[in-house]
Structures are given as structure tokens and as C-alpha cells.
């Protein structure tokens, strides 16, 4: 029926920029109704229009142009440090990487590719949004200083690089944090990697294999290790504790653990994790918690890292 309705049905259109559309938009979709508990979305003229959904159902009515993403940001922030500034990232795929990424795709996989670069002639450091550093790790201070241009990759505690595996040392990396110097041409680096391993991407993990494959073929890139920024979930192999530097929250930023732990619904233990933990980031970064429940439990020690204790 599509290629009937086609002037050139030998000659497809490219949809490329429909599913770039499409995923911002149930991306947006996501975060609403996360945010207000909605059990769905609908876009009538009227509430008349409404249909019946669930009897207990929680619903409202909304459309696109009214959310922006950069001024939730803001207000979310409040005040930003001068030369911090919120900047809505361009939703095209890089043309490199489009025939390679799937529609099939894990949540969140994807967006630290797009843009590529954003400061090609700058050191440039992409933290995942579930990383909170307090302090200098030794390995972000010494790329700052290096004087081979080598990249910045973080330590993981296994191997999880997907289908480039093995086109790398059997070590584990972490692409939550990736720093490029000055002059890295990522695009090339990952053209040669998908050149090498033409793969189609499927899941979060070739996502963060195709990274550390790209960082590490010119030489070794620089380690931030999980002695200083710990890979932190309650779920073994992961550590339960933050480190000296900060922590890498894995699977907070998902809004779904499809598994039990321990009897218990995974997401729900990781909740517990995260609030046992928010009280000491609270005061460790300077932001005010509501309650004094929070602050007792930050100054009392029950929540300190291993390292500190």
C-alpha cells in the first residue's frame, strides 16, 4: 500500500528525519508523564473530548509547544555559575551513524551521540546524567595536562562493550565518562571503528562499546578508575558505596527494571539505594535538602563512602 502510494516506488523516501521526529516526541511524552504520574496523554480541543480511559485513571491535556525542555532545565537549576549555560542539543543523527542505529534501541541510548562534538577545539568532557563528581578525579586533573592528547574513558567493574568487545582489551570501561582534547575528530574515529565492525546498534551496551573503541585506537585513553568515582547500584557486581571523586548512579536515569531483587521490584530497591545516598550528595555539593530528617542523616555519618569512613 506505501509503495502504491509512492510517486516513485523504486525510489523510497528517507525516513531518517521522521524517526529522529518520532523519538523526541515520545521522549517528551516520557518525561510528562513521569513527572505527573499520568497513567496517559491525550490532545482533545475540549475536556468533553476526553475519551473514558480508566476509571482511576489520572490524565490532562497538553501539546509540544508547551513544554520546553531548556526552560524546565532553567527552572529546575535556578542560577547557573558564570559561563554555564543550559542549550537545547539538535535532534539529527550524524549521518555516519545513521544506517547503524536501530529503532530498537534501549531507553536513553543514544543522546550523548547527538551532537557528536559540541566544542571540537576545546577539552570536552560528556558526563552521563546519572554521574555526580564533587571533587577532581586524579585522571580528569592529569587530561587536562596531558601533552599526548590521549582521551578520557572511566573504569567499570566488567566488561559490558557489546559487540565491539573484541576489538578491545578485555577490561572494563565505562563510556558515563568520556573526555576528548583538543582537535579529536570523533566522527573519523567512529567511521573507522564501524568501518572495521559494521555493526547495527541494538542496546546500550554497543552504544558504550563503539565509544570506548573509538577513544582508545589512536593510544590507551586516560582511566578514570571506580576507586574515585564508583559504578553505584545495589545490584552486584556494582559497588553499594559512593567513592572519594563521586558516583555513577547506574539505572537511576531508567524508568524501568524489568526484574526482582530479592523478592523485591528492582526499581523500588533502587529508589531506597538512591535515597539512602541523597542526604550525604545533598551536603556534599552544597544543595539544601527539605526536612531535617535529610540533614541529620548527612551529618550523623550513616551515609558516608567507604573511603571516608
Request: hydrophobic letters at 40%; aromatic letters at 8%; charged letters at 25%.
Amino acid at each position: 500500500m506505501l509503495a502504491d502510494s509512492l510517486v516513485h516506488p523504486e525510489d523510497p523516501p528517507d525516513l531518517s528525519d521522521f524517526w529522529a521526529l518520532r523519538g523526541q516526541y515520545l521522549s517528551i511524552f516520557d518525561r510528562v508523564m513521569a513527572e505527573h504520574d499520568l497513567d496517559a496523554l491525550v490532545f482533545p480541543q475540549t475536556y468533553e473530548e476526553i475519551p473514558p480511559l480508566f476509571s482511576d485513571a489520572t490524565y490532562a491535556a497538553t501539546t509540544e509547544s508547551a513544554i520546553n525542555i531548556v526552560d524546565e532545565a532553567r527552572r529546575r537549576t535556578g542560577a547557573l555559575p558564570h559561563g554555564v549555560a543550559w542549550e537545547a542539543a539538535p535532534r539529527a543523527v550524524p549521518p555516519s551513524l545513521e544506517r547503524h542505529l536501530g529503532q530498537d534501541m534501549a531507553e536513553g541510548v543514544g543522546w550523548k551521540l547527538v551532537p557528536l562534538q559540541r566544542f571540537p577545539d576545546l577539552w570536552e568532557l560528556s558526563l552521563d546524567n546519572d554521574v555526580i563528581l564533587w571533587d577532581l578525579p586524579a585522571a580528569l586533573a592529569a587530561w587536562l595536562d596531558d601533552a599526548e592528547d590521549r582521551c578520557l574513558i572511566a573504569e567499570d567493574v566488567r566488561v559490558c562493550l557489546g559487540q565491539f568487545a573484541d576489538l578491545l582489551p578485555p577490561a572494563p570501561r565505562n563510556s558515563g565518562i568520556r573526555g576528548l582534547p583538543p582537535g579529536f575528530d570523533l566522527d573519523a574515529a567512529m567511521r573507522a571503528v564501524l568501518c572495521e565492525r559494521p555493526a547495527r546498534l541494538t542496546s546500550e551496551l554497543d552504544e558504550q562499546g563503539l565509544q570506548v573503541a573509538a577513544v582508545s585506537r589512536a593510544r590507551p585513553p586516560l582511566l578514570v578508575t571506580t576507586d574515585e568515582v564508583s559504578i553505584c547500584s545495589p545490584f552486584p557486581p556494582h559497588q553499594p558505596d559512593v567513592d572519594r571523586a563521586g558516583a555513577h548512579f547506574v539505572g537511576l536515569n531508567v524508568r524501568r527494571l524489568p526484574f526482582d531483587f530479592h523478592g523485591r521490584p528492582a526499581i523500588d530497591v533502587r529508589a531506597e539505594h538512591w535515597e539512602r545516598w541523597r542526604p550525604y550528595l545533598y551536603d556534599r555539593v552544597g544543595l539544601p535538602l527539605e526536612g531535617d530528617e535529610g540533614a541529620a542523616l548527612a551529618s550523623s555519618g550513616e551515609a558516608e563512602p567507604a573511603s571516608a569512613r
